[in-house]
């Protein structure tokens, strides 16, 4: 597998190439704009980009959609209460398939209805649901701090090897484990959902 984080914007967006070495086929992961780079690094890995998977519709992770799309032929896939243009809505644990591999969609709602993660054999990108150290807002008009804390809770149960790959790079490190924020993430402290909407009401 070919996996390549990639910083990009004025607010420190993470965006993903993830590749099929055996069939080339690759997909781009919020594309959060600056598309000369991602092109420059698709075509250092010599892959075509089959997908765009957006983790969520916020402006600073589609930015790049259209223009991506245009240019590679890719078809944009989104969860299906996202109200933004895609060519394919996918549901909590459906797989997507690119090549040989697998990716595994986790609807993870609270930041905003449609947000997920992506699990792709021992790596998880968690979009603004979880960072490293943090978890993303729930002050916006559409979110919600009881689902975030459903979702967090749903992403703590996973296997603690697992590596966390978030939408942006607030924490003291650009990726790190379930297990290293299980024992250092703020957001998974909270013994009750009750504590952390009040801790989140706070923010």
Not at 24 to 33: F, K, Q, S, T
Not at 90 to 96: A, E, L
Request: hydrophobic share 35%.
């Amino acid at each position: 597998m070919i996996f390549v984080q990639i910083f990009i914007g004025f607010m420190a967006n993470f965006t993903y190439l993830i590749g099929d070495e055996k069939s080339r086929l690759a997909i781009v992961v919020d594309p959060a704009g600056d598309l000369e780079r991602i092109l420059k690094e698709v075509e250092k890995h010599s892959l075509k980009v089959k997908y765009i998977i957006n983790t969520h519709a916020h402006f600073d992770h589609i930015d790049g959609n259209k223009d991506l799309a245009l240019r590679t032929g890719a078809r944009i896939i989104m969860h299906e209460k996202s109200r933004e243009k895609k060519d394919t809505s996918v549901g909590d644990g459906s797989i997507i398939e690119v090549g040989n591999l697998k990716i595994k969609v986790i609807h993870t709602p609270g930041h905003t209805p449609e947000s997920v993660c992506l699990l792709l054999d021992n790596k998880l990108l968690t979009g603004d649901t979880l960072f490293v150290g943090g978890c993303g807002r729930s002050d916006f008009l559409e979110s919600n701090p009881k689902e975030l804390y459903r979702s967090l809770q749903k992403l703590m149960k996973l296997d603690e090897d697992i590596e966390v790959y978030p939408g942006h790079d607030y924490g003291e490190k650009p990726f790190s484990t379930i297990g290293y924020e299980k024992k250092n993430n703020y957001a998974f402290k909270f013994r009750t959902e009750e504590e952390f909407v009040q801790f989140m009401g706070k923010g």
